[in-house]
């Protein structure tokens, strides 16, 4: 027998993650009674790791048009909501729930506290503040549709039904936060049009083995370049962050999409330069008077002058097979000097894959923005759903715009479902 659940409400938004809470208060501010369903044991769980746990909570980039720009094709789609609900109106909310915020480096925005968790709370309470009903640990399994209305939602025997209907439950990166993409499928259910996500923000795998002897090294200000079958096909500049897997850093992160197309035409090389402002000639010059000045020491103690920080077990372990790194560096010949340049200067990888929704930041894909109206977020093929979040097919770079995209869509999609009421 299943159970209906007969308290009236004017509003239930089905999970609660970023998107979810900001709607899911918003709609509560402005009086609705609302439920707020989520299938975790706690609300917030990607959110709590956001930013690696410092919650980078906006892009405090203040013009409008500037901003938007970093959202693709989606510009035009968000200008109105932006225009309701845009970045000084954000840092607003937070500050008025005693989440202060500070801006640093690349406009990028933290909570003061740089905690993550402090966001969740904040949120949390502002929920009970206004009696929002909250049943956690009851994943939704079915919306029930009439004509093109829901009417009610299942929890496996519970139902819970509103007048309206807000579809929150994120994307499917990192799915032990609960990202199980549901939300896609129900979407393509009701007849919408969807795009199957694929990692796009995700680090880049690699096979070479000297990568693990370098995890959680950063190369500052270096370059790399991506080729395939020996043809330079991008080349990008800045920090690369070596991890136990591969490479990854916002550089990275936001390019991965690129190499995904790379990795479609074949075997992907990536050669990473240490020294972009110096030739080879210049860097051998250099590493000549390091030898020359240091020659009684021996070349293994000698590699932290001229290898940059953290990146020496790599070029040992490259070399290893080539270079005796235990002779007195007078002894080193100029072939054997000339292959250490060489590596600094091309330190190559082969790179394997994306590293795939478990690592990703972002999964694009979504349902298509001309289903979905502009102004409110509401689906245009049914009636009562509004669509928040990361189910929206929108694709952004990292740096605090994909939170943003979830409190604009979350607030209007809240404040429009009422209005709807
Ligand atoms: C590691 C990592 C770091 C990130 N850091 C940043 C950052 O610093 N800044 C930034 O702007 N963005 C960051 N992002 C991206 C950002 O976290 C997401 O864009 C954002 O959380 C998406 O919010 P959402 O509301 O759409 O979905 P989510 O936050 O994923 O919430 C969806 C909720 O719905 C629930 N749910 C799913 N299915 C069901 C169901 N059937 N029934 C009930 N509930 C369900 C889920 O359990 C989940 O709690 C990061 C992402 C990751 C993975």
């Given at each position: 027998m299943l159970e209906k659940n007969t308290k009236p409400y004017d509003v239930i938004v089905i999970g609660g993650g970023a998107s979810g809470m900001m709607?899911?208060?918003?709609?509560?501010?402005?009086?609705?009674k609302v439920l707020l369903i989520e299938k975790n044991k706690?609300?917030?769980?990607k959110l709590r790791i956001t930013g690696g746990g410092r919650c980078n909570i906006l892009n405090a980039e203040l013009g409008l048009r500037t901003l938007l720009k970093n959202y693709g094709d989606a510009e035009q789609f968000l200008y109105s909501a932006f225009s309701k609900f845009g970045v000084s109106e954000t840092i607003d909310f937070f500050e008025e729930l005693n989440v202060p915020i500070t801006v640093q480096a690349r406009n990028r925005a933290f909570p003061l506290s740089e905690k993550a968790v402090d966001?969740?709370?904040?949120?949390i309470n502002r929920l009970d503040k206004n009696n929002v009903d909250i049943v956690k640990h009851s994943p939704v399994t079915k919306i029930n549709l009439t004509g093109n209305k829901v009417v009610s939602i299942s929890c496996g025997f519970d139902i819970y039904s509103a007048s309206q209907y807000i579809l929150a439950t994120g994307g499917t990166s990192r799915p032990e936060t609960g990202a199980s993409g549901d939300g896609f499928d129900w979407l393509r259910d009701l007849g919408h049009t969807v795009k199957t996500p694929s990692p796009n923000i995700t680090p880049l795998g690699a096979?070479?083995?000297?990568?693990k002897t370098v995890s959680g090294v950063v190369l500052k200000s270096a370059s790399i370049s991506f080729f395939v079958e020996s043809k330079r096909q991008m080349q990008l500049k800045g920090d690369i962050l070596f991890t136990h897997f591969g490479i990854s850093g916002p550089l990275i992160l936001n390019n991965a999409h690129k190499v995904s197309d790379l990795l479609q035409l074949g075997v992907v090389v990536a050669q990473i330069d240490c020294y972009p402002n110096?030739?080879?000639k210049e860097l051998d010059i250099k590493i000549a008077e390091?030898?020359?000045?240091?020659?009684?020491?021996?070349?293994k103690n000698n590699l932290g002058l001229f290898v940059p920080a953290g990146l020496s077990p790599a070029i040992k372990q490259i070399l290893n097979?080539?270079?005796?790194?235990?002779?007195?560096?007078?002894?080193?010949?100029?072939y054997t000097r000339g292959l250490i340049v060489s590596n600094l200067k091309h330190l190559s990888l082969t790179i394997e894959k994306l590293m795939g929704f478990e690592r990703a930041v972002v999964a694009d894909g979504g349902v298509d923005l001309k289903e979905i109206d502009t102004r409110t977020m509401r689906s245009l093929i049914v009636d009562n759903l509004f669509v928040t979040g990361d189910l929206l097919d929108i694709n952004r770079p990292s740096g605090g715009y994909s939170l943003q995209l979830c409190w604009t869509s979350g607030y209007v999609a809240g404040a429009c479902a009422v209005d709807k009421k």
């Open positions: 709607s899911a208060i918003v709609a509560s501010n402005l009086g609705a706690r609300l917030g769980e966001v969740v709370h904040a949120m096979s070479d083995k000297w990568i110096l030739s080879e390091i030898f020359n000045q240091n020659g009684s020491k021996q070349l097979s080539q270079v005796d790194f235990d002779m007195k560096t007078s002894e080193v010949s100029k």
